[in-house]
């Protein structure tokens, strides 16, 4: 019978002789990382339950849409993909408002930041990764209704293939979109958390300028209640409405922030989604909506890059 | 990609080339001068980094490392500037002062994190992950929350991020910072084993001597942005010219029966210094101590210590 024996090696210290992928594998490991944050995943159950709900809330009406069209008697007027986007917007708005400001506020309150920057990226790297990360997951979230939308519709109607082939155009449409909408709800929220490293600040602030701008371009731009609907005989000629701001009213119809990229999207799927400001808004050109939402999307990303440049002085 | 050992790095191992070269570097904050015009090498081995607070250590790593520019001059790492080349970083671990861990992830999580940051793909980076922290004696630790360490364990996970891709130099600030003098002395050992079995080289900044004196084999002393001394830490720590006679009691009494005999002896705590001029001043001393009736406990040459160079220096 052998005598059992053990025996004890001093592994020491090992050197890397692997690969080595620079600053590709960097950005890629914080893209990763970004999302990876976004969902939750790797956290707490905590860290869980607002992408949960989020996924849920854009999930379900595009779910609750497809049976809608599925029910529906011949005539009734289907659900649009545009009408999706004007559901789920607000909601991804709030929502992204909450969770963007995980992606870069920890860092900076931790310093993790100035390890990140030692290593083979720059600033840049860093931000456009974390932006890049967060992108990507509401376009999915966005984009998953949709699809689902799109099935849906498909398979409700009696004939998918004659439906493909009368609105395979949707399919663009919904994506150039989606990335509409998804732009926006990553890039302000992610600005506005580079000015401070607490999350709850962040998301508040983000929060309180969608919520006061829409009243604020609401007592700008729209008639009020006694004036659109009070005072006019029955019987009597629709007598136009006027706002207090007058033929300014138009330009002040664009402060409202959650509605900015749907006046896109409007122009995109060619729609009047029937909304007052939409109404206000579409006395412009289709330039002048595509250009402020430029405007207000390239704002918040030149100060998101911007801000993080500091760290190289 | 490109290989790990590299022949950079072996290049620079061979020709014995610096490190770091700090060639008329100048940082200005303002009107604040932080680094005033310097020039100075490290090479292979570990450096200390000696200066009071504000003496302009954090700002000459933080130059070597990007994350700032000169004003004038350059902060070369291997022969590029780390400012203008990123992919040089690749090569270069940072452990900075202040905390700098995340406090939601777990210790293995975090380094393979790091590890991938720095460039390596996953798999390898979760495989250094665990040599990293079994190299700083965290490895039974690795799944634990980094919210759940001490400070001496914290500062071991900052340690072992800095090595988790390998490096070929580290640069360490204020490595012992916030430890107890347990912990303190932990850290050197991880400092020294991290050199001499690894063969990282090191730069350690400190303003504490001792970590100086116990650690490193070259120095470099700056002190309000300028360097006052650089050289080998065995030539600040070598015998001098003076004879230290630590006696029981009784100095004030010891130097007055020296002076009598025309010995100028300066009392220092329990010890008294006098210059060696001849070998005949040992006779002198002797019969000085008989006479002042004072108990000897060492009569020896008296050695060096880094704390003469701030001694030295100019104000």
């Known amino acids: ?313 | 990609m490109f290989s790990a050992r590299a022949s950079l790095e072996y290049t620079w191992h061979v020709t014995a080339a610096p490190l770091l070269e700090a060639k008329g570097l100048t940082k200005r904050y303002g009107n604040t001068i932080a680094l005033d015009a310097v020039d100075f090498q490290v090479h292979a081995g570990v450096t200390g980094l000696l200066g009071a607070n504000g003496a302009g250590k954090s700002t000459a790593i933080k130059l070597f490392l990007g994350l700032l520019t000169p004003t004038e001059g350059s902060a070369e790492v291997m022969g590029q500037k780390a400012y203008e080349s990123v992919e040089v970083r690749a090569r270069l671990g940072y452990m900075p002062e202040h905390d700098c861990l995340p406090s939601a992830i777990n210790a293995s999580e975090f380094l393979a994190h790091m590890a991938q940051v720095s460039g390596l793909p996953p798999t390898q980076a979760r495989v250094r992950a665990a040599d990293a922290l079994r190299h700083v004696g965290l490895h039974e630790e690795r799944y634990r929350p980094l919210n759940e360490f001490s400070t001496g364990m914290k500062q071991r996970v900052k340690l072992a991020q800095a090595l988790v891709h390998d490096p070929v130099l580290v640069l360490l600030d204020e490595a012992t910072a916030g430890l107890d003098p347990g912990g303190r002395e932990e850290m050197l050992e991880l400092i020294r084993r991290t050199s001499h079995e690894a063969g990282i080289s090191v730069l350690l900044s400190s303003h504490l001597m001792g970590d100086i004196d116990r650690t490193c084999d070259r120095i470099i002393v700056l002190d309000g942005g300028h360097v006052t001394e650089e050289g080998a830490v065995a030539r600040f720590t070598q015998e001098t010219s003076s004879i230290v006679i630590e006696v029981d009691a009784g100095c004030e009494e010891l130097a007055a029966a020296l002076a009598t005999r025309g010995i100028e002896g300066k009392v220092d705590g329990s010890s008294v210094v006098v210059e060696l001029t001849d070998e005949a001043l040992y006779d002198e001393i002797r019969d000085a101590i008989v006479e002042a009736d004072v108990r000897l406990r060492r009569l020896a040459p008296r050695r060096g210590g880094l704390a003469d160079i701030f001694r030295s220096s100019p104000e």
Request: glycine letters at 8%; hydrophobic letters at 50%; one cysteine or more.
């Open chain 1, 1 to 313: 019978m052998s005598e059992a024996r053990g025996e004890i090696f001093d592994l020491g210290y090992h050197h890397y002789d692997g690969p080595r992928q620079g600053r590709t594998r960097a950005r890629k490991a914080l893209w990763q990382d970004g999302v990876r944050t976004a969902l939750g995943i790797g956290r707490g159950w905590p860290s869980k339950v607002l992408p949960a709900l989020l996924f849920v809330a854009v999930v379900f009406p595009a779910v609750f849409m497809s049976l809608a069209a599925a029910t529906a008697e011949i005539g009734d007027e289907l659900p649009t993909h545009a009408d999706y986007y004007r559901i789920v917007a607000v909601v991804l708005f709030l929502f992204s408002a909450t969770i963007a400001p995980e992606l870069l506020c920890p860092d900076r309150r931790d310093r993790v930041i100035d390890l990140y920057l030692v290593r083979p990226l720059t600033a840049t790297d860093y931000v456009a990764a974390r932006w890049a990360a967060f992108l990507s997951v509401t376009l999915a979230l966005v984009w998953i209704g949709q699809i689902v939308l799109f099935g849906g519709l498909t398979l409700a109607d009696e004939e998918p293939i004659e439906y493909l082939r009368d609105n395979w155009l949707d399919v663009p449409r919904f994506l150039s979109a989606g990335l509409v909408i998804a732009i926006f709800a990553t890039t302000l929220p992610l600005a506005v958390s580079t000015f401070t490293t607490r999350r709850a600040y962040a998301a508040a602030i983000v929060i309180a300028l969608y919520l006061v701008s829409l009243p604020v371009a609401g007592v700008l731009s729209l008639c009020g209640d006694e004036e659109s609907q009070g005072t006019q005989a029955a019987g009597a000629p629709e007598e136009k409405c006027e706002p207090v701001t007058g033929d300014a009213a138009k330009w002040f119809a664009l402060l409202s922030l959650p509605e900015v990229p749907m006046h896109v999207s409007d122009v995109i799927f060619d729609e009047d989604s029937g909304s007052e400001f939409a109404a206000r808004v579409r006395e412009h050109p289709s330039a002048v909506p595509i250009g402020w939402y430029v405007v207000l999307t390239a704002g918040p990303g030149f100060v998101l890059w911007w801000r993080y440049r500091r760290f190289r002085t």
